[in-house]
């Protein structure tokens, strides 16, 4: 089997120190902030030269949490209800002979004077921290935006958001600035879509927090937040 060598050329630093919780498109969630710093070879602000021009880049990364032989010619998407298999190469699932992934990210700013070299700030990610990137492309509107594209996960489409009930000690504890990105992401519903136990507590990391919930019918209620 012929094989590649790649690169990596960045890596993205997220809230999000594993894949539970995050969201599972791109772009979902406007507000959850992340920053992209480049790997030593890569800090020269000349690969970067006229980035601002564009509001949103692709990210061309990987999966690098999934070990390097777990993929199958089938995979069981959770948002089928885990039921249903479905070709590796027809879905989105991490788990697939490269477990090289793509998004669509806002280009929120570049600081040129950080420590290091030129690091970006976007916006909408959906990639756990420490995620390697191996290339950045401007998204090019006229030519990237398929207006008529067919879905065949059609049934999937993200439904309507959930009602977030974040109470008091609970909410105070998440930084701010943060809150808002953390209480949509929540409103995605990150449970899989073959769990639906009212009383079953559900638990992710977050900016060096464990927040805890359930999830009853259309809402879902904080019921604790610790520290990590």
Known sequence: MDTVNIRIIARMHSDFATKFGIPRQSGLVEALRSTIVFEPEF???????????????????????????DYS???????????????????????????MGLSVVRLASVDWTAKGGPVLYVTGADMVDGTPIFDIKPYVPYADSVPDAVDAFAETRQAAPLAVIFPEPW??????????????????????????????????????????????????????????
């Open 171 to 228: 909410c105070g504890m998440i930084a701010p600035e943060k809150l808002e990105g953390l209480t949509q992401a929540l409103s995605l519903n990150p449970r899989p879509g073959y769990q639906h136990d009212p009383t079953r507590r559900y638990g992710f990391s977050f900016d060096g927090l464990d927040v805890r919930f359930t999830i009853d019918g259309d809402t879902l209620t904080v019921v604790e937040v610790v520290t990590l």
């Open 73 to 99: 010619p089938t995979v069981l998407p959770p948002k089928l209800g885990g039921k249903r298999r479905v070709g590796v190469f027809a879905t989105r699932s991490p788990f697939r002979p490269n477990h």
């Open 43 to 69: 800090r020269n602000p000349d690969y970067l030269r006229g980035i601002e021009g564009w509001s949103h880049l692709w990210l061309i990364w990987q999966f690098h949490r999934v070990a390097p032989d």
